[in-house]
Structures are given as C-alpha cells and as structure tokens.
C-alpha cells in the first residue's frame, strides 16, 4: 500500500512545476496529476482498486466548467477519501469560495500562488503526517516522507504498531 | 333635464307654435282642486286656463290627450305618495319635463324631496292654507317667469314682460327693487337721497394716480365715484396685488367702513375720477333721517360684495389652475433633475472607466519591456545551454533530451498517465518509472539503459528539467506578451475612428483580458467572414466587456457547470457586420426588459445584477455613436444580444460624447 497524492490543476506549467518542487516524495509517495475533475475520478477510481491511499489533495481553485472547491466539498462525502487531506492552490478564489471549502469541504489547507518550494514540501510533509495519523495507519513504511519525530511520537504511543 | 323626445320632430309642432294654448295644471283630490283652481285662475284668467287632475297618473293622461297644450306651471298638493316619485312619474312627459313645479303642502316637514331639490325640479313651497290672493299671486309670477325664460318670443311673453326684459310685476321690496337696477343707478339713487337730506353735495374731479382711501389706515369717509375707474391694489410680501378693479358706480370705503375697520386696500383712481365725498357722520345723518336710503346702501353694499366675492371666486379658480402648471412643471423639472442625476452617474462612470483605461495603459507600457526581454531571455538560455551541450562528452544525448522536452506537445494527463503506466510496467519499478518519464523518457530499452547508468540519468533529468522550464518560461512570457497587447488595443485613447478594425482580434483581445471570470464558462465561436470595419476600438472593446459581464452574471450560479456564452458573427450586407452574443443564463424578467437600456437600470435584488446597472447603457450609447443598432431578446435559458455595426463606421459628423 502505498500513500498517493493528487495533484488537481489544468494549467500544464503549474502542474509540472508543482511536480518538480515536490519531486523528493515521488520515491515514496504515488503522485498522480488531472487537469480536469472527470480524469481526477479516474485517478482516484485507479488509486483505490491498487489498493494504495488517497493521502492528499491539491486542486487549483478555477477549473474548466466547475471550480476546485465543489471539487474537494464532493470528496468530503466520498468513503474512498473521508481521510484525505485537502488544500486549495489557488490565485484568486474570493472569501465565500473560501468560506464554504473550509465549512464544507473542511479544507484543511489554502496554498496561495505563488508558493514558497520549501514551505509547499513542509506542508505536504505535515498533511502526509496528519493523514497517517488519523487514518490509523503504521507510519512506519511511509517514515521518509513524513514528519519523523511526529511519526515516530505516535508510534511510542500506540503499542499495538 | 331634456330627454331625448325633445329633440325629436314630433315635439315640434307643439312646442314651436308660438300660440299654443298655456294651461296650468293643478294636481289634486277633488275639491281641494277645485278650489285650487279657482283661486289660480283668477291671477291667470289673461294668460293660461287651468285644469284639474286628481293624481300624477291623470295629470299625464291628460297632457298626453292634449298634446297641443303647453304647461308652464304645476301646482301639486302633498300627498301621502312621495312627492320625489310623483315628480318623476310627471318628468316622464317631455311637455310636463320643463314645467316649474309648486308644491302646496300642509305639513310642517318634507323628507321626500331629495330629488325634487337635487335637480332643480321644485320651484316653490307654500304653506295651504295661506293668506287669500297669495296663490294667484304666485301662479302668475311663476308664469311670467317662465314664459320669459322659455318662450321670450312668444307675443303673449313680450305683452308681460317690459321692453328691458325685466318682467312687469317688479318686486315689490326696495332691496329686491333696487337690486335689479345697475350699480351705477342705485349709486345715483343713494347719492339723490343722500342730496335731499344733506342738500347738494360738490362733485370732486380727480387725476388718475389719486388715492382714494389708504391701505392700513382707518376708513371715515365713502366716495361715490360718478365717472372713472379706480382699482384696489394691497401691498403684499410678494410685491403690490391687484386685486379688483372697481368703475363707475361703485362706493369706495364702503365695505371698510361698515367693518368700522382700516382699509385693506388702497383705492386709487386708474382714471380721472369725478367723486361725492360722503364722511361717516354725512352718511350716519342721511340714513338717519330717511330710512328708505338703507335699502339703497344695502343694495350697494351687496352689489359691491357680490363682485368681490365673484372676484374671489375667480381667483380661486385661477390659483386652482395655477396650481395644477405649477405641479406639472414641478413634475418636469423633477424628471429633468432624475435624468441629470442619471446622466451624472453615467459620466462618473464612463470617468472611472476612463481611469481604469489609462491604469491599464500605464500598466501595459511598463510590462511591455520587461516581457519582450524575458520572452528573448527565455530563446538565449536555449539556445546557450545548446552550445554548452555540444561540449559536453554526453552532449548529443542531452541535448536531444533538451530539446524534446522543450518542443514537447501538450497531452492530456490522461495520456500521459497512461504512456508512465506503460513504462512502470516495462520497468516493474515505479519509482524510477516515474523518475525517467518525468525526464521524458517513455521508451523502454533506452530507460532500462539509462537505469543501469545514474550519472547519465541525472544528466537527463537535469536537461530534461531545463527543457520543460525554458518550455514553460516561453510559453508563460508569450501569453503575457498578448496581454499586454490586448491591454494596449483595450486602452487605446479615444481619437478619431480607426479603419481595418478587425471585430474578431477586439473580441478575442476582450476575452483573453476576462480569461479569469471566463475560466468555468464554455465559450463557444461562431465566426464568419467579416469585413474589417472603421470604429473607435477602445470604445467596442468596453462594449464587448459590458456585455460579457452581462452574460457571465447571467450565467450567476450556473458556473458551476454547464455555462455556455456563444458569440456569433456575420454580414447581414455589405455594409454591416452583425455580432450575437448569447448566454444560457436564467434570462431576464419580461417586466424589466424595457428597461434594461435605461441609465442605471439594476436589479440588485432580483435575478440579473450587477452590470445590467449602466453596462447597457452605456453599451447602447456606443453602439448609437456608432451608427448601429442594438437589440436584446431574453427568456429563461437564453439572452441574445444582437448588435449591427457599419463597416464604414461612425457617422462622420458625430463623435462620440464621453
């Protein structure tokens, strides 16, 4: 089982810029891209029957003929990614877009474009961690990409890991 | 009160023979009708002859059997039937519709005359059983009256009326008497009485300009003016009114004076005047010792009263009148001041455009440089790195590797994650599958190569880095490059209209700049071949903007999917190119669409916001000085504007007003 990330966004230099500032998880971590929200499906769809986890979502805000927020409140509902954590990279989505994926899609991160390379790893690094914590799972196997001494914390805690 | 039989030829013959026989009708139980008409007859005898019917029902029968006869006069006694009802059953005879009616009652009151009295049908009451000769007296009072009134030419109306046209039997009061004479007349009449207590009183001659009595100060005299005009003028806070205008005839001071008050007025002569002066103790010795003088002074007084008071009346009316233009114009001029307040908003707004215009500009000329030289920037890494490369020991595989991820097409990710599913089967590793895809390695002999050599493989992930980099750096300067053009061509200054405007570069210009708002909206094209055409760019590109706001809040909550704006284009003729644009938004209320062209029409609570405000407006006001046409059709599902614009553009004598 491995931890998959899905990186949501249908400007192809924004994605494989993306890519490249989080290439240090592509050892460890199974990252997918979709420039739209049906071939977001079929990566999902595909994540789940390898039997991997949806760790994280990143979606861009503006999509073609929907926008990334109705996006991730849909996910929220889904049993395949109840656990998965989700961020909004976005450049302009206003305050009631932002309002309601915090109130519905209980977003649990807003990345502002352009983003920091170093502070985007730091906060794929802590939601990798989050999930793994609160799915349950043993943080062992996924130790290189998460938040060790966290991971580590939990494992010391939970005899039965 | 005529009905329509009167007006019918079968009337006339009665009606017109000036020799018809009168005849007055008495309505009453026998012998009360008897008696009744005995007593009429005898102040008639000369006149009319009197006949007699027991109730209304046989008061027209009669008339009805005798159609020659006229009847001038009724005389009805009250009965226990409603007189009301009895009246209209008599109105029912057009002979009997324009006879005066006396009613002779015993009773001490009538609530059945509401009719009677609201339509001028009853002439007289007199109390039964009066003072003997008072019912001859009246009858023929009446008939003179009326055949005065509706036959004057008939011979017997002239034998009993007087040459003047006042009837023979002159009332027998002084007041009544005196009342019925001329103003002038009566002033004589006091003025002689006046004389013969006082003896002769001196004419006094005064110039026009001469006041008379003074406004605000206490009246102790009269004047009775014998020959001129004098008007009575009163100072008020809006300057001098004039508010009567009095001649010959009149007794100034009078009205004042019988107030013991100070005089309202000023009089003052308009014309020379020849006047009596009469002081207050003249006046009080003369009434003093002839009593008769008091009908004349009242006769005067009344007259005088009756004028002003017709005056007032009149005045009354007029300030009616005058109320109701003072009321239009205030109606107008709060339209003009509503429309002014409109025109004010618009220009702000065309002002506030225009400083957006000028930002924009200021924007595009400052980016321009910096976007040429990274665009350049972007072809010389390329090409330097190239030359770095050729002296590489590896230098062909790198920049082969360069130059396919820099040339590289744009797939779908769907394409793309099948092409890496591919490899990470044909490697069976899928972190390193991954790896070589993302430097562009998707053939599975050269990546198993490649795999067995990691310093190769880091220098093609570092080229193939560079590639995609220089790739996307290229791509991003070039369509920030066509903003900044767009930017240009939308701020242009407004000068003289351009000619070879391309419609189709302002529309897409127009798009790239709401590319934001634009993101989750299908845009479909439907261009045809159009001319280019002579305009003012800058002013049809806010035209385009407008009315792609307008859509795209039509749109509203639908963009969530499914929101489609279609822009259409084509010739009509030779000398128009049409533009349609449409959007499947949730139209626009059948209520408001009149008035949606209207300066600051918006339904900020309803359905269609924000820049239906002044967006069509102004949209109109473009296409106007354009010499073009606009149109706008709506219903849920489906708005089209229509716009038809001249290839010869705006008409030259008309600029456009901003």
Redesign the interface.
């Known amino acids: 089982m491995?931890l998959a990330l899905l990186i949501l966004e249908d400007e192809?230099?924004v994605?494989?810029?993306l890519?490249?500032d989080l290439?240090v998880f592509?050892?460890?971590v199974?990252?997918?891209?979709?420039?739209d929200v049906p071939?977001a499906l079929?990566?999902i769809a595909e994540i789940d029957a390898a039997g991997d986890r949806l760790a994280l979502v990143m979606a861009d805000h503006?999509?073609?003929?929907?926008?990334g927020v109705?996006f991730l409140i849909d996910l929220a509902t889904d049993e395949r990614t109840l656990a998965t954590r989700k961020v909004l990279v976005t450049g302009?989505a206003d305050q009631s877009d932002t309002i309601r994926a915090i109130n519905e899609a209980e977003l649990d991160r807003y990345v502002a474009k352009p983003w920091q390379p170093e502070a985007l790893r730091d906060m794929v690094r802590d939601q990798l961690t989050e999930f793994v914590v609160v799915a349950g799972l043993d943080p062992l196997p996924h130790l290189a990409v998460l938040d060790a001494e966290r991971a580590l914390c939990v494992v010391h805690e939970r005899g039965d890991l | 009160m005529t009905g329509p039989a009167d007006r019918t030829g079968l009337e006339r013959p009665r009606t017109g023979d000036r020799l018809a026989p009168l005849c007055i009708l008495i309505v009453a139980p026998e012998p009360l009708a008897a008696a009744i008409a005995e007593e009429v007859a005898r102040g008639v005898t000369d006149i009319a002859e009197v006949v007699c019917a027991a109730d209304v029902a046989a008061a027209c029968a009669l008339v009805a059997a005798h159609p020659d006869r006229v009847v001038p006069l009724v005389l009805m006694t009250a009965s226990p039937e409603s007189t009301d009802t009895r009246i209209a059953v008599l109105d029912e005879q057009a002979v009997l519709r324009r006879a005066s009616i006396l009613l002779l009652t015993d009773r001490a009151r009538h609530d059945d005359l509401s009719l009677a009295v609201d339509r001028d049908r009853l002439h007289a009451v007199i109390t039964t059983p009066g003072s003997p000769g008072i019912l001859a007296w009246h009858a023929r009072a009446q008939t003179v009256r009326w055949l005065s009134v509706h036959r004057p030419a008939d011979p017997r109306t002239r034998a009993l009326v007087a040459a003047d046209g006042r009837p023979v039997a002159q009332p027998e009061s002084d007041l009544l008497r005196l009342l019925e004479l001329d103003t002038q007349e009566v002033a004589i009449q006091l003025l002689a009485g006046v004389e013969r207590v006082l003896g002769s009183r001196p004419r006094l001659l005064l110039p026009a300009g001469t006041r008379l009595i003074h406004e605000g100060v206490d009246v102790d005299a009269v004047l009775v003016v014998l020959r001129g005009r004098v008007a009575l003028d009163h100072a008020s806070a809006a300057g001098d009114l004039r508010l009567h205008h009095d001649s010959t005839g009149s007794v100034v001071g009078l009205l004042s004076l019988a107030q013991q008050q100070r005089a309202f007025f000023t009089a003052r002569a308009t014309t020379e005047v020849e006047v009596v002066h009469l002081s207050f103790e003249q006046l009080d010795r003369a009434l003093a010792v002839d009593a008769s003088l008091g009908a004349a002074m009242a006769a005067v007084s009344i007259r005088a009263l009756a004028k002003r008071l017709r005056r007032a009346d009149q005045l009354q009316v007029e300030k009616t009148q005058l109320n109701h233009v003072l009321e239009r114009e205030r109606r107008q001029l709060s339209e003009a001041l509503h429309q002014l307040e409109q025109a004010r908003l618009e220009l702000v707004e065309q002002a506030r455009y225009a400083t957006l215009g000028e930002l924009a500009a200021g924007i595009a000329h400052e980016l321009n440089n910096p976007v040429a030289a990274m665009l350049r920037a972007t072809t010389y890494v390329g090409e330097d790195l190239e030359r770095v490369l050729a002296s590489h020991p590896q230098g062909r595989l790198a920049g082969e590797i360069f130059a396919a991820e820099r040339d590289r097409t744009?797939r779908?990710?769907?394409e793309?994650?099948a092409a890496r599913r591919r490899l990470e089967a044909a490697l069976g590793d899928?972190?390193l599958a991954?790896?070589l895809f993302?430097a562009g390695i998707e053939d599975p002999d050269r990546a198993r190569v490649l795999a067995a050599d990691p310093s190769s493989l880091d220098l093609v992930e570092a080229v193939a880095?560079i590639g995609?980099a220089v790739?996307?750096l290229e791509?991003?300067s070039r369509r920030m490059c066509e903003l900044v053009t767009s930017l240009r061509a939308y701020a242009r200054p407004k000068g003289e209209p351009v000619a070879g405007i391309d419609v189709h570069a302002g529309l897409e210009d127009t798009l790239r700049l709401m590319a934001?708002r634009l993101?989750?909206v299908?845009v479909v094209r439907r261009y045809g071949d159009l001319p280019p055409i002579r305009c003012h760019p800058g002013e049809l590109e806010q035209l385009w903007t407008n009315l792609l706001a307008n859509a795209l809040d039509a749109l509203g909550d639908n963009?969530?999917?499914?929101g489609r704006i279609e822009l259409i284009t084509d010739t009509p003729d030779l000398r128009h190119v049409r533009v349609q644009i449409r959007d499947n938004g949730r139209g626009i209320d059948p209520h408001i669409l009149p008035h949606v062209f209207e300066p600051r029409f918006t339904t900020k609570q309803g359905a269609v916001r924000y820049g239906l405000g002044l967006g069509l407006a102004i949209a109109r006001r473009i296409v106007d000085a354009h010499g073009g046409t606009i149109d706008l059709r709506s219903e849920p599902g489906s708005t089209l504007v229509t716009l038809v614009l001249p290839v010869d553009g705006p008409p030259d004598d008309e600029d456009i007003e901003t």
């Open positions: 491995r192809r230099s994605r494989e810029a890519r490249r290439a592509a050892g460890h199974r990252i997918e891209e979709a420039e071939t079929e990566v503006r999509l073609p003929g929907t926008s109705d302009q | 744009p779908s990710t769907r793309e994650r899928t972190g991954q790896r993302d880095g995609s790739r996307n791509v991003a934001h993101h989750a299908e963009r969530g999917g499914g």
